[in-house]
C-alpha cells in the first residue's frame, strides 16, 4: 500500500508543471578571473541571474551547478548553498553544457525528484529582468514545445556582409549579397547567451539544433566573454535603470 501511495505521488508530481532553473557557474574561467563573483555595479555578477530567477516565481528548484568552493561559500551566505557539487569530470573546458545539465537532471533523479522544464540560466547576464522569464514562459507554453526556446537577439548587421581572411587579405564570403541594401536581406539572429528553456526530455535528445526563439533588445544582451564586454555590459546596465527610472 505505502509503494503504491509512493507510485501516485510520483505521478502526479510528474503531471504537474515543475520547473528546475540551472545556472551554471564553473570556477576555472580564463578571460575574466573568478567571473561568476566578478563585480558588477555593486554586486557579484552572478547575483542578477539568482534573483530575476527567485522574483520570477517560475521555478520548483533553482540550482547552481559549480565546481567551486569559493562560489559555494559565497552561496551559502545567501542560503543558495547548490544540494550537490559539480564533479570535476563535468567542470573541463570541452565539457558541453549539455553534459552539465544531464547531470544535475539525473542526480534529482536519484532523490526521487522529477521535473518536466528545465532551464538553462547563464551566470553572467545580468542586463534582463525577471520579466523576461515571465514573458518567455508565457510564450513557451503558447508553443507545442516541440523544440526548446531560446534567448536571441538581431545581428548588429547583415551576416551576408562578412569577410573571410585568405593570405591576409579580405575576401566577401557572399559577394552578390554586398550591393545589397540592409532592408532587403532577411534579419538573422544569435543566441544571447541568457537563457534557454527545454522540456526534460528534450535533454536527453540529439539536438536538431532547431528553437524557438524569444527575442531580447540589443541593450539587454551580450554575451560576457572579455574585460572589454564587462565594462560594456556595465555601461549598459546603468542605462537602462536610468531609462526605468526616468
Known sequence: MILHTQKLTGLINMLKLNRLAIIPARGGSKRIKNKNLVEFNGQPIIQ????????????NKIHVSTDSNKIINFLKKSNMGPEFKRPKKFSGDRVGLSETLQYVVNEYKKKKVFFNEVWLLYSCSPLISHKDFISASKKFDKTKKK???????????????????????????NKRFLKSRSQDIRKSYHESASFVIFKTSQLFKNNSFKYYGYELKKRYAIDIDTKEDLEIAKALHKYNTKMINA
Open 48 to 59: 542578477y541571474t539568482i534573483n530575476n530567477a527567485k522574483k520570477s516565481k517560475l521555478f
Open 147 to 173: 523544440y526548446p526556446m531560446m534567448s536571441i537577439r538581431e545581428y548588429d548587421i547583415p551576416i551576408e556582409w562578412a569577410f573571410k581572411k585568405k593570405n591576409n587579405n579580405l575576401e566577401p564570403i
